[in-house]
């Protein structure tokens, strides 16, 4: 009896502590360059004081960008496809996590029968007739299958990384629409900026018009003269009509974003003023921790790693318990009686014995899997320190061009002037005014494309730095057994 004892007790340790299967999972290994290749004003700092969390797009200091933002989070069906996903991935964690547990099911019934006077029988027990009989019976089942070598408790680990996955991937796909329609805003005002320089434009063609048109009157214009400047004005129109065209385009695809039908959508103009923020490119190591879509990454590799265990598992046996219970009789006022009483225990193990190799094909297939999510990860790394270093280069691009053109415009304008006075004066012909202005309005008009891709760049950046997220809110992502849920139907 003692022997029997030390033996249960060794059994029921067994049952509950097993083994796990398959690799320890490790975060895959990257290639991180030490810094950016940066010049000023750029500069490598705590990546966290530079954009803030939630609401990155604060750092723009624009309400009515700010307003659309908050509009397009609670509104974007992008946004609502990737929550319901990180629910049925909540959900999936918590299926697995269920498996834990025992089960309990019952089946009552209750039967009348009769049993036919002709029936056959052994001499032992000779037919008098024919027998009505009742059976009512309330039975339990309880069953529970020991996790003896994890692969219950890789199928959970797997559940759960891809919980955390899934969780990134919502914040990644919120940063990737609120980037969007920060840079398609951006994009809309730097539109209109060059809207209004044509419409500007138009109106001191059409008075220059008018003074060639009158100097012509008066013998001192050619033909010559007036068609080049009315060239240039309805050159100048259609330009403002297809720009228009453009920024519906836009307009639309802001529309969408918010989650609003484009027909019923509008957005006063308003001339693009606004300087990009100065931003912060931090280290490139901080990067693996404040972007979501690494997070993502990193943990499809955990869950493929999970995988593997699970494939392993398969290569042994699995041991189900199990016991069964109840009552039955054939009066339902003695159903509960002791002599009612039915009950039945028991155990059984499985093992495969032949499987025509399909658990080492399984277990390649995990492994392939796993090697696949690390490449992949290590791939989403390789392009994340791309797009930091292309926008902060960018961005320095940007600001140089921005600056010197600045004073391009400037030259153009004086000479625009100078050129004016010199043809009232009869100094040179219209076609040199005419050329100025023509001048004039493409600098103008590249002046306003670099202002507005300087803003939109700087859009880019942030996205590219993570938009303010830490990787560290995935730890509480995670499902946790509570009695509630474990005795739920």
Same mark, same amino acid.
């Not at 980037?179 to 398609?184: T, V």
């Not at 080492?360 to 796993?370: I, K, N, P, S």
């Not at 691009?397 to 004016?420: M, N």
């Not at 730890?475 to 739920?488: F, G, P, Q, S």
């Given at each position: 009896?003692?022997?029997?004892?030390?033996?249960?007790?060794?059994?029921?340790?067994?049952?509950?502590?097993?083994?796990?299967?398959?690799?320890?999972?490790?975060?895959?290994?990257?290639?991180?360059?030490?810094?950016?290749?940066?010049?000023?004003?750029?500069?490598?700092?705590?990546?966290?004081?530079?954009?803030?969390?939630?609401?990155?797009?604060?750092?723009?200091?624009?309400?009515?960008?700010?307003?659309?933002?908050?509009?397009?989070?609670?509104?974007?069906?992008?946004?609502?496809?990737?929550?319901?996903?990180?629910?049925?991935?909540?959900?999936?964690?918590?299926?697995?996590?269920?498996?834990?547990?025992?089960?309990?099911?019952?089946?009552?019934?209750?039967?009348?029968?009769?049993?036919?006077?002709?029936?056959?029988?052994?001499?032992?027990?000779?037919?008098?007739?024919?027998?009505?009989?009742?059976?009512?019976?309330?039975?339990?089942?309880?069953?529970?299958?020991?996790?003896?070598?994890?692969?219950?408790?890789?199928?959970?680990?797997?559940?759960?990384?891809?919980?955390?996955?899934?969780?990134?991937?919502?914040?990644?796909?919120?940063?990737?629409?609120?980037?969007?329609?920060?840079?398609?805003?951006?994009?809309?005002?730097?539109?209109?900026?060059?809207?209004?320089?044509?419409?500007?434009?138009?109106?001191?063609?059409?008075?220059?018009?008018?003074?060639?048109?009158?100097?012509?009157?008066?013998?001192?214009?050619?033909?010559?003269?007036?068609?080049?400047?009315?060239?240039?004005?309805?050159?100048?129109?259609?330009?403002?009509?297809?720009?228009?065209?453009?920024?519906?385009?836009?307009?639309?695809?802001?529309?969408?974003?918010?989650?609003?039908?484009?027909?019923?959508?509008?957005?006063?103009?308003?001339?693009?003023?606004?300087?990009?923020?100065?931003?912060?490119?931090?280290?490139?190591?901080?990067?693996?921790?404040?972007?979501?879509?690494? @997070? !993502? %990454?990193?943990?499809?590799?955990?869950?493929?790693? *999970? $995988?593997?265990?699970? =494939? +392993? &598992?398969? #290569?042994?046996? /699995?041991?189900?318990?199990?016991?069964?219970?109840?009552?039955?009789?054939?009066?339902?006022?003695?159903?509960?009686?002791?002599?009612?009483?039915?009950?039945?225990?028991?155990?059984?193990? @499985? !093992? %495969?014995?032949?499987?025509?190799?399909?658990?080492? *094909? $399984?277990?390649?297939? =995990? +492994? &392939?899997? #796993?090697?696949? /999510?690390?490449?992949?990860?290590?791939?989403?790394?390789?392009?994340?320190?791309?797009?930091?270093?292309?926008?902060?280069?960018?961005?320095?691009?940007?600001?140089?061009?921005?600056?010197?053109? !600045?004073?391009?415009?400037?030259?153009?304008?004086?000479?625009?002037?100078?050129?004016?006075? +010199?043809?009232?004066?009869?100094?040179?012909?219209?076609?040199?005014?005419?050329?100025?202005?023509?001048?004039?309005?493409?600098?103008?008009?590249?002046?306003?494309?670099?202002?507005?891709?300087?803003?939109?760049?700087?859009?880019?950046?942030?996205?590219?730095?993570?938009?303010?997220?830490?990787?560290?809110?995935?730890?509480?992502?995670?499902?946790?057994?509570?009695?509630?849920?474990?005795?739920?139907?």
């Amino acid at each position: 009896m003692k022997h029997r004892a030390v033996w249960n007790a060794s059994f029921v340790f067994l049952l509950a502590a097993g083994c796990t299967v398959g690799p320890t999972y490790q975060r895959p290994s990257a290639p991180v360059p030490a810094h950016w290749d940066v010049s000023a004003p750029w500069h490598e700092s705590a990546p966290k004081d530079g954009v803030p969390k939630g609401e990155w797009w604060s750092v723009f200091e624009n309400d009515e960008l700010s307003a659309l933002e908050k509009q397009a989070l609670d509104a974007n069906q992008t946004i609502k496809v990737a929550v319901a996903r990180l629910e049925q991935a909540r959900a999936a964690a918590s299926l697995q996590i269920s498996t834990q547990f025992p089960t309990l099911s019952s089946a009552p019934s209750a039967e009348r029968q009769r049993l036919s006077g002709n029936r056959p029988s052994s001499s032992n027990f000779p037919i008098t007739g024919p027998v009505s009989q009742t059976n009512i019976t309330l039975p339990f089942v309880a069953g529970y299958e020991a996790d003896l070598f994890g692969r219950r408790r890789r199928n959970i680990e797997a559940a759960q990384a891809s919980y955390q996955a899934s969780a990134a991937d919502l914040e990644n796909v919120r940063l990737v629409i609120t980037s969007e329609l920060a840079g398609d805003y951006f994009t809309l005002r730097q539109l209109d900026s060059e809207l209004n320089i044509l419409n500007r434009t138009v109106e001191t063609l059409q008075k220059g018009l008018q003074l060639v048109q009158s100097r012509h009157t008066g013998g001192l214009a050619s033909g010559l003269d007036v068609a080049e400047e009315e060239t240039l004005l309805n050159t100048t129109k259609t330009q403002a009509v297809l720009l228009q065209q453009q920024r519906k385009q836009v307009e639309d695809a802001i529309a969408v974003l918010l989650g609003k039908p484009a027909p019923d959508f509008h957005l006063e103009p308003k001339e693009l003023s606004a300087e990009p923020p100065a931003l912060d490119a931090g280290l490139p190591s901080d990067l693996l921790e404040r972007r979501p879509d690494i @997070a !993502e %990454a990193e943990r499809q590799t955990a869950a493929a790693n *999970a $995988q593997i265990g699970i =494939a +392993r &598992a398969a #290569y042994f046996p /699995s041991l189900n318990l199990f016991a069964n219970g109840g009552w039955q009789a054939a009066d339902i006022a003695k159903l509960l009686n002791v002599q009612s009483t039915v009950w039945a225990v028991g155990a059984n193990a @499985a !093992e %495969a014995i032949f499987t025509g190799g399909s658990r080492r *094909a $399984q277990a390649q297939f =995990a +492994r &392939a899997g #796993y090697d696949a /999510s690390v490449a992949s990860y290590r791939d989403t790394v390789l392009n994340a320190f791309r797009e930091v270093q292309d926008d902060v280069t960018g961005l320095t691009v940007l600001d140089q061009a921005f600056h010197s053109q !600045e004073k391009a415009v400037d030259s153009a304008r004086r000479t625009v002037d100078i050129a004016t006075s +010199r043809y009232v004066g009869g100094l040179v012909s219209y076609l040199d005014v005419v050329n100025a202005q023509q001048s004039l309005l493409n600098n103008e008009q590249e002046l306003a494309v670099i202002r507005g891709q300087r803003l939109v760049s700087s859009v880019l950046l942030v996205k590219a730095l993570g938009g303010g997220w830490d990787a560290s809110s995935l730890a509480a992502v995670h499902i946790k057994t509570k009695l509630t849920d474990v005795v739920a139907p």
